[in-house]
Each structure stands twice: as structure tokens, then as C-alpha cells.
């Protein structure tokens, strides 16, 4: 039983990254010395699928209008999910993955720690011990030529 689960503790944890642009492949480079990866494109994935394959995470890096749908049909298949945001652009398709159980889903947000994102959150948190909060609308765009000078982007 001891060699059993020796083994077990050994083995790698299996990722699935569907969508081989970009952001995909960089998840693999990163991801690779230390997991199990497979990584496929979001136009093949429904094959990998159909092998009933199971994988501790699934992430999406797909085009970001199939990031519900894909979330749907992989549900079965992973116990936690990161997603590339956005996750979606509708309250209706939110509202399709409120029975995920004790399944988690996180969402890859890389600027949240830009410092104009915290002055806005500590500007609403003033503002929610001083009444209610009924709308806000935060845009945030950037171009990532110049951003990442040296990434194929």
C-alpha cells in the first residue's frame, strides 16, 4: 500500500490549455517542466473531449466568444477551470455556470495589480461606506505592440 501511494504523491498534475495562440502557447512554456500538458486548439477540442480524458486543470485561452460555451463542455472533464478574461459579455451566460458544485473557476486578469486598478477599488470601497453604488463602467484598453515589444502579439 506504502508503494502505492508513493507513487500516487509522485505523479504530475494533467492541464488541459485549449487555444494555441499566444497566451496559450505561453501557459505550455511555463507549465510544462512541472505538469502534465496538453495543449489544443479551441477548433479540435471537442475530440480530446470524446476521449473522456480528466485533467486537475483546464485552461481556456481560447477567442474569448467561446469561453462560456467551452466552460460548459469541459465541465465534466476538469475539476478547476482558468479562464482568460473576459469570461463573457452577458449576465444570461454567467448565469449558465452557477452549478459548477465544488468545482473552482478562476479568471486571468493580468493588470488587476496595476496601480490605477487599486486607487479605483479603494476609491469604491470609500464610496460604499458612504451610500450605494448603482453603476460603474470601467474601460481599460491598451495595445500590445507596444506593450510587449519583444512578444509575437
Same mark, same amino acid.
Given at each position: ?9 509522485? %505523479?504530475?498534475?494533467?492541464? /488541459? ?39 486537475? /486543470? ?14 460548459? %463542455? ?80
Amino acid at each position: 500500500m506504502d508503494l502505492h501511494l508513493n507513487c500516487k504523491l509522485k %505523479m504530475k498534475k494533467s492541464i /488541459l490549455i485549449i487555444g494555441k495562440g499566444s497566451s496559450g502557447s505561453r501557459f505550455k512554456k511555463k507549465l510544462k517542466e512541472s505538469f502534465n500538458v496538453l495543449n489544443i486548439s479551441s477548433k479540435n477540442f471537442k475530440k480530446t473531449l470524446l476521449k473522456k480524458l480528466h485533467f486537475d /486543470l483546464i485552461i481556456l485561452s481560447s477567442p474569448a466568444s467561446f469561453h462560456i460555451n467551452h466552460l460548459l %463542455m469541459c465541465k465534466n472533464h476538469g475539476d478547476n477551470f482558468l479562464i482568460e478574461k473576459p469570461i463573457t459579455n452577458s449576465f444570461i451566460d454567467l448565469k449558465k455556470i452557477k452549478d459548477f458544485g465544488k468545482k473552482k473557476i478562476f479568471i486571468n486578469y493580468n493588470l488587476r495589480e496595476l496601480e490605477i486598478i487599486k486607487n479605483i477599488k479603494k476609491t469604491l470601497k470609500s464610496i460604499k461606506n458612504k451610500g450605494k453604488l448603482h453603476f460603474c463602467k470601467v474601460h481599460c484598453g491598451y495595445n500590445l505592440r507596444y506593450w510587449r515589444k519583444k512578444k509575437n502579439q
